[in-house]
Each structure stands twice: as C-alpha cells, then as structure tokens.
C-alpha cells in the first residue's frame, strides 16, 4: 500500500477514499445496521440517516455531507457514551456498543471525506474498537489499518534506545526459602508436557523466541513509529492494588513521553505463539495475548489467573516470583470478590505482623531477560517487578 498522505498525514486523496470506501458493503442495504441488543428507538432514524449521506455521494462525499456525517457521528457517539458509562461494564448492551461503533465509524469516515489530518479519524476508530463492539466484520480494524500506512511516521528520538538498562536495579530482597525456576533451552514438545505441563512446574524456556522479529526490531522509537498515533488504555499507578491507580485513554506517544521518558496488529506479527500451546485443548484462536509495556520499576502485584501462561521478555529484564497454588492461604488473597486472584501481601517488603503465615510459604524465582519465556501453570501465583524499561509479552491458553 502506498502512502498518499501529506507531510501531516492528511487525506486529501480520492485513492484513500476509495480504499476506505472500499471496506464498506458495496450497496447500502448491505450496510444493514443490525444490533446485537436493545437500544432506544431514537436511534436508528440517526444511524438510518448518517448511512444514506455516506451513500447518497457518488465518489467522496463533499464537505457539506462530511459536516453532517460528522455531527450524526457526535450525536451518536455523545448518546451512547452516556449508556456505556451508566453502570457496571458488565452490564452495558452490546447495542449500545455497537451504537458507539457505528458513531465513530460515521466520525472516522468524516474526516477522511473531509479531507483532513488523519490523526483524528485513527483515533475514533481506536476509541471504537477500545469502547465499542465489533460491526461489520470488524470494519473499524480494518479501517484503522487502512489509514495507518498514510500517516506520518514519528522521527525517532536523538541517540535513545530502548534496552538502556539501569545498572542500580535494586536487589531484589530474599525473605524466605526461595529456589530459582529451572532453565531450559528449547525442550521437545513431549519432553515440556511431561516434565512441566503435566506435574505443573514452572520452567524459564530459552531460545525459544529467538526467531521473532520482535526480539530484533521493537523498541521504544519503532513503537512511537508503528503506533505513536493509536489510543490504547493506560494503567496509571505504580501497582493496581494502590488507591491512586486509574486507568487512561491516551496515544501510545503521549503515554511513552510523558511515563517512559491493547490491539496494534504490526506489533502482532512481529510474535509468535509459542509451539508449546498445542499441547493445550483449546483452539488457537481462544490464546489471550496481553503486551505488558512500562517504565522500570512497574510492579504486578502477586496474583493468580485461571489459564497456563508464557511470558515472554522481549526488552528489559523483570524479577519474578512465584509461588505454589497450594500455598494460597498463606499468601492472604483480598477478601472483595475482585481482587480475590490478588494477595494482599507485598511480598517485597511484607508486613509480617498483620501477614505472619506468609514466611511459610515458598517460592521460586527469576530475573528473566530479553529472549526467556517464563512457563507460568495455571493458577500459580506470580509478582512481576521491572528493572528497567520493559516490554513482554504473555499468552493464556488452556
Ligand atoms: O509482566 C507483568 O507485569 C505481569 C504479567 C502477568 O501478570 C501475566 O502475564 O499474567
């Protein structure tokens, strides 16, 4: 695909047009504005309208049909947000997610029709896909790929490299009997099932990624080049069980420039999923891979999760601990029902009066380094701290 942008990346191009326009059903009763749920009936006449402005234009739609397409777009969008944040995620209408969709396809398409700076249009989408549920076969995706190549490319930073590592990564302090995690260097399938899959023992793989492109190409200037532009949520705090911890929408760029000095798919090809996970029951499709990225000292406080995990360190190294699910009572899980995968112990400085039995339980750790893929069983319980800038990769499967 050619870049036909401007120097601002805008998409004053009748051949962007055409390719975005292109992702859409060819004749409008394609465009069939089906919802998965309930929504009141005020809405269908806006997105009923908005669909024959972006119709009723043979070729680019001018800058008076944009305009209207863009205030449906707000009207749609500004509706459903209200509904999105009434209550519990949980209990949010898929149609009102697919209300918001369609309100920031309508907005996305908007801006390219009207020719402008393309920078809103991949943030509509990306707030889209972050907030909305997926309509016409994933169209914002689709979408936001299409627009990607046309923008400008963020030059990178003077001299800045991202494995610079910090040398005074404090020691990771030892309370009790800890045992360091075996290393192995890519075991056979068989020989990984039996030893680790099955009894569930935790194991640090070795050259097992070191064929991906990831472990050559990502750092944090190719991540403001890929992907400066796109919105993705951000955690903000230093652990989530603290008080002040939130969450953010913000530009991948804004997040690395303003912390560092969920769904970007260029990132995607650059992984693998490891051979390993065939030896699971579920389908390929069903992995959960989750990007852990942030600055040195990011702590995940001590938890557990439902799925076998391979956590694989592509830059930065991270101190890791893990304990038995057998020792879960001594790692004093939250009471509240959402916080129950979570110890209440800081389990690098724990307060040993109010969390005595912790002493008993013991635990197996290891500073993983670029190219490891740590084996996590289902269950274990894991304490995640970066030593510097960090960016790893986990696969769930079952
Ligand atoms: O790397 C981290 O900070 C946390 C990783 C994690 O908790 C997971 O992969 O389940």
């Given at each position: 695909m050619a870049a036909t942008g401007s120097?601002?990346?805008?998409?004053?191009s009748p051949a962007l047009w055409a390719e975005v326009r292109a992702l859409l059903p060819r004749a409008e009763e394609g465009l069939t504005l089906a919802l998965s749920g309930e929504v009141e009936d005020c809405v269908l006449p806006l997105l009923r309208r908005a669909r024959s402005l972006l119709y009723g234009a043979a070729g680019r739609p001018g800058a008076a049909t944009a305009a209207a397409l863009e205030r449906l777009s707000d009207v749609l969008r500004d509706y459903s947000w209200e509904k999105l944040n009434a209550g519990p995620w949980r209990e949010v209408g898929k149609g009102w997610r697919q209300v918001y969709a369609y309100g920031c396809l309508f907005g996305a398409l908007a801006e390219v029709a009207a020719g402008r700076p393309l920078a809103r249009a991949v943030r509509l989408c990306d707030l889209g896909l972050l907030m909305g549920a997926s309509v016409l076969d994933n169209v914002l995706a689709r979408l936001v790929r299409a627009l990607q190549p046309h923008l400008p490319r963020a030059a990178p930073r003077d001299?800045?490299?991202?494995?610079?590592?910090?040398?005074?990564?404090p020691p990771p302090c030892a309370v009790q009997h800890e045992e360091l995690i075996p290393h192995l260097r890519c075991p056979s399938l068989e020989h990984f099932r039996d030893n680790y899959l099955v009894p569930q023992r935790p194991v640090v793989l070795e050259g097992v990624m070191d064929h991906w492109p990831c472990m050559k190409k990502w750092s944090v200037d190719y991540f403001c080049q890929v992907a400066g532009c796109r919105t993705v949520p951000v955690e903000l705090g230093?652990?989530?069980?603290?008080?002040?911890w939130s969450q953010q929408l913000m530009t991948v760029s804004d997040f690395i420039s303003q912390y560092i000095m969920d769904e970007i798919p260029e990132l995607k090809e650059d992984i693998s999923i490891p051979d390993y996970c065939c030896l699971g029951e579920g389908e390929e499709d069903d992995i959960t891979i989750n990007a852990w990225f942030g600055p040195g000292g990011t702590v995940s406080p001590l938890h557990q999760d439902p799925q076998q995990n391979f956590l694989a360190q592509v830059l930065g190294r991270k101190y890791i601990r893990l304990y038995s699910p057998q020792d879960s009572e001594n790692l004093?899980?939250?009471?509240?029902q959402i916080l129950?995968?979570?110890?209440?112990?800081?389990?690098?400085?724990?307060?040993l009066v109010k969390?005595?039995?912790?002493?008993?339980a013991a635990f197996q750790s290891c500073i993983l380094m670029p190219g490891q893929i740590l084996f996590i069983p289902v269950k274990y319980w894991h304490y995640v701290r970066s030593l510097e800038l960090s960016f790893s990769v986990s696969f769930w499967w079952s």
């Amino acid at each position: 695909m050619a870049a036909t942008g401007s120097a601002e990346g805008a998409s004053d191009s009748p051949a962007l047009w055409a390719e975005v326009r292109a992702l859409l059903p060819r004749a409008e009763e394609g465009l069939t504005l089906a919802l998965s749920g309930e929504v009141e009936d005020c809405v269908l006449p806006l997105l009923r309208r908005a669909r024959s402005l972006l119709y009723g234009a043979a070729g680019r739609p001018g800058a008076a049909t944009a305009a209207a397409l863009e205030r449906l777009s707000d009207v749609l969008r500004d509706y459903s947000w209200e509904k999105l944040n009434a209550g519990p995620w949980r209990e949010v209408g898929k149609g009102w997610r697919q209300v918001y969709a369609y309100g920031c396809l309508f907005g996305a398409l908007a801006e390219v029709a009207a020719g402008r700076p393309l920078a809103r249009a991949v943030r509509l989408c990306d707030l889209g896909l972050l907030m909305g549920a997926s309509v016409l076969d994933n169209v914002l995706a689709r979408l936001v790929r299409a627009l990607q190549p046309h923008l400008p490319r963020a030059a990178p930073r003077d001299g800045a490299r991202a494995q610079s590592v910090r040398p005074e990564a404090p020691p990771p302090c030892a309370v009790q009997h800890e045992e360091l995690i075996p290393h192995l260097r890519c075991p056979s399938l068989e020989h990984f099932r039996d030893n680790y899959l099955v009894p569930q023992r935790p194991v640090v793989l070795e050259g097992v990624m070191d064929h991906w492109p990831c472990m050559k190409k990502w750092s944090v200037d190719y991540f403001c080049q890929v992907a400066g532009c796109r919105t993705v949520p951000v955690e903000l705090g230093a652990r989530y069980t603290d008080e002040e911890w939130s969450q953010q929408l913000m530009t991948v760029s804004d997040f690395i420039s303003q912390y560092i000095m969920d769904e970007i798919p260029e990132l995607k090809e650059d992984i693998s999923i490891p051979d390993y996970c065939c030896l699971g029951e579920g389908e390929e499709d069903d992995i959960t891979i989750n990007a852990w990225f942030g600055p040195g000292g990011t702590v995940s406080p001590l938890h557990q999760d439902p799925q076998q995990n391979f956590l694989a360190q592509v830059l930065g190294r991270k101190y890791i601990r893990l304990y038995s699910p057998q020792d879960s009572e001594n790692l004093y899980p939250h009471e509240s029902q959402i916080l129950h995968n979570t110890s209440q112990v800081d389990v690098e400085d724990p307060d040993l009066v109010k969390f005595p039995n912790f002493t008993k339980a013991a635990f197996q750790s290891c500073i993983l380094m670029p190219g490891q893929i740590l084996f996590i069983p289902v269950k274990y319980w894991h304490y995640v701290r970066s030593l510097e800038l960090s960016f790893s990769v986990s696969f769930w499967w079952s």
